[in-house]
C-alpha cells in the first residue's frame, strides 16, 4: 500500500519537477507535517494545516478549492502549490514571487531548493532551515533523475522588451513570455506582469543610481546569508585589486618636477 510520502512524490513527478525539486519540496512537507504527510494534518497550538501547514494561505486555499469546484486532498493542496507558482493562481503569492519560486526550482541542489522554497512560498514563522535541508537531502538520494523543472513559458532569464503597443502581434508575444492571457490588449495585468517581471532583473544599486532595485541573485541571497555555499559578492569585491589611484597634483609646476625627478630616477 502507498504511503502519505510516497503519494506526494508520485503527485510532485506527475507535474514534472525534477528530482531535485521534488526533494526541496518533500523536504519542507517533511517538516511542516512532523513527518506524518497527512494532508489533513493540524498544527499543534496553530492555525496550520495540510502537508503546507497552510495559515496566511489558508483562506486563498479554500477560496480555490470552491472556485475551481474541487474537494481537499492531498492531490488538491499539490495542484494549489503548482497552479500559485506557474498557473493562473500567481497572483495569490505575486507574480514577481513566483518567478522566483520557479527559478529555485530549477537549480540542482536540493537543500538550496529546500531553503528557497521555504524562504519564498511557505515563509514559516520558524523556519528549521537545517532540518529542512536534512530531509531535502535524504529524499534526494532516493530519487531517480528527472525532465527540467517547468517554466510555464516565462523568460525568466531575461527582462521582457516593452512591446509595440500599435501592434498586437507584437503584445502577444510580450504577454506570453510574461505568463498572462494571451488577448494582444495591453491591460492592467500585463502592465503590472511587465513591471514585477522586469522589476526581479533591474541592476543592483549603485552610488550613482541608489535607487535601482537588486538584482535576481541579490534578492535571492539575502534569504540563506549564512550558507556558505551561496556566493558572497561583498566579499568578493573587497579581494578584487583596485585599479591605482592618479597622484593629485596642486600645479602645473610640481606635475613637472615630479616627472622631472622620476625620469631621472630611470636613467640612474
Given amino acids: 500500500m502507498e504511503t502519505n510520502k510516497e503519494q506526494v512524490v508520485a503527485l510532485l513527478k506527475e507535474k514534472g519537477y525534477p528530482a531535485a525539486a521534488i526533494a526541496g519540496i518533500v523536504g519542507n512537507i517533511d517538516v511542516e507535517t512532523g513527518g506524518t504527510f497527512n494532508y489533513q494534518q493540524k498544527q499543534k497550538g496553530g492555525a496550520g494545516y495540510g502537508l503546507f501547514q497552510f495559515d496566511f494561505l489558508k483562506d486563498y486555499y479554500n477560496n480555490w478549492l470552491k472556485n475551481n469546484n474541487l474537494k481537499d486532498s492531498a492531490q488538491s493542496q499539490v495542484d ?3 497552479d500559485t507558482v506557474y498557473g493562473d ?3 495569490i503569492i505575486g507574480r514577481g514571487t513566483a518567478l522566483q519560486v520557479q527559478a529555485a526550482l530549477q537549480q540542482d541542489d ?3 531548493i529546500a531553503t528557497d522554497v521555504s524562504d519564498l512560498w511557505l515563509r514559516p514563522g520558524k523556519p528549521h ?3 529542512r535541508q536534512k530531509s531535502a537531502l535524504s529524499a534526494f538520494t532516493n530519487l531517480g533523475t528527472s525532465q527540467p523543472a517547468p517554466t510555464d513559458g516565462v523568460d525568466i532569464t531575461a527582462p521582457i522588451p516593452m512591446p509595440d503597443l500599435t501592434n498586437k502581434e507584437d503584445i502577444k508575444r510580450a504577454q506570453k513570455a510574461l505568463g498572462v492571457k494571451v488577448d494582444g490588449y495591453w491591460g492592467d495585468k500585463s502592465k ?3 513591471k514585477e517581471t522586469n522589476e526581479l532583473f533591474a541592476p543592483e544599486p549603485d552610488n550613482a543610481n541608489p535607487y535601482q ?3 535576481p541573485n541579490e534578492q535571492r541571497m539575502k534569504f540563506a546569508q549564512q550558507d556558505p555555499r551561496r556566493v558572497d559578492l561583498a566579499q568578493q569585491m573587497a579581494k578584487a585589486p583596485q585599479a591605482p589611484q592618479e ?3 596642486a600645479s ?3 606635475l613637472l618636477m615630479d616627472r622631472d625627478l622620476l625620469g631621472r630616477s630611470l636613467l640612474g
Fill in 80 to 82: 494549489f502549490f503548482h
Fill in 89 to 91: 493562481s500567481k497572483d
Fill in 110 to 112: 536540493p537543500e538550496l
Fill in 129 to 131: 532551515i537545517q532540518r
Fill in 192 to 194: 503590472k506582469a511587465w
Fill in 213 to 215: 532595485m537588486p538584482s
Fill in 247 to 249: 597622484t593629485q597634483y
Fill in 252 to 254: 602645473m609646476e610640481d
